[in-house]
């Protein structure tokens, strides 16, 4: 198939570049994944046909943007086509890279992709990004690792085409590569639950081996003014150092976007209705392309929130419940229940005008923790309407100064 088959040598950097980010989670959310009572119809939110797209065609589309691969790395500050920089950490080895180039040479069939239409006639990559990379990695002669750019020559394959480049293929073996068709579903969100049906969609047929997460999905569906808020926000220092390391599967993110969908339930002026993965998709559903109402006095309170967070201390000095132990209920991780109530309660107490110090915000935080009826909100069906209310309700409560008595009644 080559001109010139000349064997690579080995390499230590050859395979493309992974996420530096741990891929075990820090988070304990019980109802993570909780399932939605009222799963929405296909035949109510969406409608889909098929098309053929040859390899030429398919790279060239994403050369220009008309095709977007979402990306999913929290540490990423590349954008894509007007989409925010997530680069997934999981991606094919170079094995895998040189198998799939290999299959279409030998005239094997490949599996089909999804793609949503946006309202721009764009369309997103729902399944099958790495199929698509893979593709236009080999046209353009080039895939990244971490020692940087690498030049794609077959090397996992059979003798015929090792060492080959799209370059030095044969000229039929390269018309082969470019007119091979690749079969796609084309998914068109429509009406009211258009959006709801795509994120379902996207949650079902993910078929790479590693299925994305609820917080990866909305960031490529929900692409905008308030995931970008979100993930300045993630950026805080006080912040990561009472989380902890980013977390590939942005549950980071997610905790910061439940705090602020959240913040008008502490208010008293929004009723929390579950799922939660359905609560937070309605509220970027909302907010896409606007920021939050009061955004950056949003901003301000969650940075005094951290902060105080961050630098309490208990009456021993050293072992209080602030720090790096102050979204955490025991053990290692960070409880996602309690993490939404602190953040939601401490902002509204300041919010309000109480003034905090980080050992008075230790001290609430220790008779929350010690509150039986708070302990069962952030334990028990954490995403039940009853226990949002109460556990925000204790919480607001803890950091107003006032006594958490009457809840335990």
Known sequence: ????????????HEDPSESEVPEESPVDDSDAGAIE????RAEDALRYFGADFDVDGLVKRLDDGTFIIPTFEPLAEDDIAGYE???????????????????????YP????????????????????QRLSTFQAFKHGKYWTKAGARKFSLRYVGDDAKGATYETLDPKDRRLFDNTFIQATIVVPRGPEGRRGVYSLFERINSGGTNLKPQQIRVALYAGATVNFVRDLNKDPN???????????????????RAIALIPTGHGSQSFRPPMA???????????????????GIR?????????????????????????SALRIKGTQVNAAHTDAVLVGLMTALENGKSHTPE???????????????????????????????????????????????EQE
Do not use: C
């Open 1 to 12: 198939m080559a001109e010139e088959p000349a064997a690579a040598e080995p390499d230590e």
């Open 239 to 257: 912040w990561r150092a009472i989380f902890g390391e980013h977390n590939r599967d942005l549950k980071d993110h997610e905790l910061i976007l």
């Open 85 to 107: 920089g997530f680069q997934r950490g999981l991606v094919w080895k170079k094995k895998q890279m040189d198998r799939f180039i290999e299959s279409i040479l030998l005239g």
């Open 360 to 406: 008075s915000v230790t001290t609430a935080l220790s008779q929350l923790k010690a509150n039986t009826m708070y302990q069962k909100a952030v334990a028990e069906s954490t995403s039940h309407a009853d226990q949002v209310r109460l556990r925000i309700r204790l919480a607001t409560a803890a950091f107003q100064g006032e006594p958490l008595g009457a």
């Open 110 to 129: 490949v599996p089909g992709i999804f793609l949503v239409e946006l309202s721009d006639r764009r369309y997103l990559v729902l399944d099958g990004q």
């Open 300 to 324: 301000d309170r969650f940075t005094k929130a951290t902060a105080l967070l961050r630098e309490g201390t208990g009456e021993g000095g050293e072992t209080g419940e602030t720090g790096e």
């Open 278 to 296: 359905q609560f937070l998709n309605n509220y970027l559903e909302l907010y896409q392309d606007e920021l939050p109402p009061d955004h950056e």
């Open 37 to 40: 009572t009222e799963p929405v």
